[in-house]
């Protein structure tokens, strides 16, 4: 008997000509936490499908239990006890809970149709065992990114998963919200399941997994218990260097006022938001998710315009009614959402970042030419996206690449004001460091940034000043200087206005 639920030996995979994963051997131990490690692209979402049977590898071999198993869909892996939730929610937005967490095999009366009562039923039990608390009425699209991800979960639960997966589960959620994933994630591991977990912050793998492998450019590195490494060596183990400065903040004179915004509203939303953004500064937007943050953002780029208050930008006066408006003005928007606002995943890596832009490019009559290959080109070298060609379909990137075509998209606009919004959500330590390089230069060279971030060492580490938002209001606005991670924590989570024009 082999001491491991789940093994596998040299797993290889291909796409096209090319291979991804080269030989990944690997062993998951009942009742672990075990983290996979590695950069955007390492190979570690592939891994995951291949064991789930999304994929099927081209060599290697997989174990359940001591036997050998080859899954040809997600399906005979589900039956067989594996319950993944991937990087991509996959729930039906007008389908309630307990809809979602049966979709597909909803129990039925003996005439054949669907037995609400035990749907109904099943899935209260469900959640309850889970300890989660949700309306099971309530559609998929009214909920936040944490309930759908406790939906998910109840769905891999009702097929009583020995083996859970989670490819980057935490990267949408408030600190609280990970604090409950933790405390499911142990409660079920303590039960002697199996997990397999997926994260970029560093952080979070200290505090729940039991052991690491790491994965670099598709290739077993090594496997570690999580109390035996540091930081450091996992990043070494990682990225084959140490990363000595992972906010390279460089000092800018602030130039003048590039956008003013004064007592920005929306009805039901947000309310009196003011603050003025200079050439050459970043401003950070701290905040719990759901502060409104993204928003405001929505608001000044046109998505949803204001109900009442004003915009200046360079001194002028402006009423952005929507997003093409506003990129004439000079703004670019990186959304939050790769999925939802940002990709288009069906065209390739050129035909994404140039699509902003695509209007300059048309004005030449021929889209595909030269000028649109050789900008995509240098964008997407600037943000290192990691693909097989810059005609790879975004579709088929990994997470972190999504996200780096996504800001080379809105980086090719050369705005003048840019708005960030959780720039570095799913990007790996590497990147990371890289993307802040990015935006310390850009600072430097005089565009105004406004980034929203839920990471709080990114906060501190990349603005110059920092305005805090709780429920749809303004808190606080700091120096750089006088911000700590403790005032701005209080500042997130309070309603009283202690708003310091600074
Ligand atoms: N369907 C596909 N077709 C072609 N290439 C693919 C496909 N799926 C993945 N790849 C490539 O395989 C490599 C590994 O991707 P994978 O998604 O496994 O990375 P990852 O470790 O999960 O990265 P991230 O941290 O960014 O999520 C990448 O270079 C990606 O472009
Ligand atoms: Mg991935």
Not at 280 to 307: C, K, N, Q
Not at 456 to 467: K, N, Q, T, Y
Request: hydrophobic share 45%; glycine share 8%.
């Amino acid at each position: 008997m082999s001491e491991y639920v789940l093994e596998l030996k040299n797993i290889a995979k291909r796409f096209g000509g090319v291979e991804v994963l080269h030989g990944v051997s690997f062993g998951l131990r009942p009742g672990e936490v075990h983290a996979l490690l590695g950069e955007n692209g390492a190979g570690k979402s592939t891994l995951i499908k291949v064991i789930t049977g999304i994929h099927q590898p081209d060599g290697g071999e997989i174990f359940l239990n001591d036997k050998q198993v080859h899954f040809d869909d997600p399906l005979q892996a589900r039956l067989a006890g594996i319950a993944a939730i991937y990087q991509e929610l996959s729930l039906c937005p007008d389908l309630n809970v307990a809809e979602n967490i049966f979709l597909g095999r909803q129990p039925t009366t003996v005439g054949g149709s669907i037995n609400w009562r035990k749907l109904y039923s099943e899935a209260d039990r469900l959640l309850t065992s889970l300890g989660v608390h949700l309306d099971l009425k309530a559609k998929a699209r009214s909920l936040s990114i944490a309930q759908m991800q406790s939906v998910e979960i109840a769905r891999a639960f009702s097929l009583n998963a020995r083996i859970l997966i989670m490819d980057e589960p935490t990267s949408s959620l408030t600190l609280k919200e990970v604090a409950e994933l933790f405390g499911l994630v142990r409660r079920l591991r303590d039960e002697g399941t199996a997990i397999i977990f997926i994260s970029h912050r560093l952080e979070e793998l200290f505090e729940v997994a039991d052991r690491v492998t790491v994965l670099r450019d598709g290739s077993y590195v090594d496997t570690r218990l999580v109390k035996d490494v540091t930081r450091d060596d996992l990043v070494r183990l990682m990225v084959g260097r140490t990363i000595s400065n992972l906010f390279p903040k460089q000092d800018v004179k602030p130039g003048e006022i590039a956008l003013k915004v004064e007592h920005l509203s929306l009805a039901g939303i947000f309310e009196d938001i003011n603050f003025e953004l200079h050439k050459g500064e970043i401003l950070g937007m701290a905040g719990l998710v759901g502060a409104g943050r993204t928003d405001v953002a929505r608001a000044i780029f046109g998505v949803v315009p204001p109900t009442s208050g004003t915009i200046q930008i360079e001194g002028r006066q402006v009423e952005i009614k929507s997003p093409q408006q506003a990129i004439s003005l000079g703004l670019a928007y990186v959304p939050e959402d790769r999925q939802l606002h940002g990709l288009i995943p069906a065209m390739n890596i050129t035909s994404n970042i140039s699509l902003p832009i695509l209007k300059e490019y048309a004005r030449r009559g021929w889209l595909q030419d030269k000028a649109e290959r050789s900008a995509a080109f240098s964008a997407a070298r600037q943000m290192e996206v990691r693909a097989n060609s810059i005609w790879q379909l975004a579709r088929t990137l990994s997470g972190g690449n999504q996200q780096k075509v996504v800001l080379a998209k809105w980086l090719s606009t050369k705005p003048r004001i840019l708005i960030l919004d959780e720039p570095t959500r799913g990007i790996d330590v590497g990147t990371k460091a890289a993307v802040h390089a990015l935006m310390s230069n850009l600072a430097a060279e005089g565009i105004a940034i406004l980034m929203i971030s839920s990471e709080l060492p990114e906060v501190l580490g990349m603005s110059d000043r920092i305005l805090v938002m709780h429920e749809g209001q303004m808190t606080a606005l700091f120096s750089r200087a006088e911000a700590t991670q403790e005032k701005i924590i209080s500042a997130a989570t309070q309603t009283i206005k202690t708003v310091r024009a600074l």
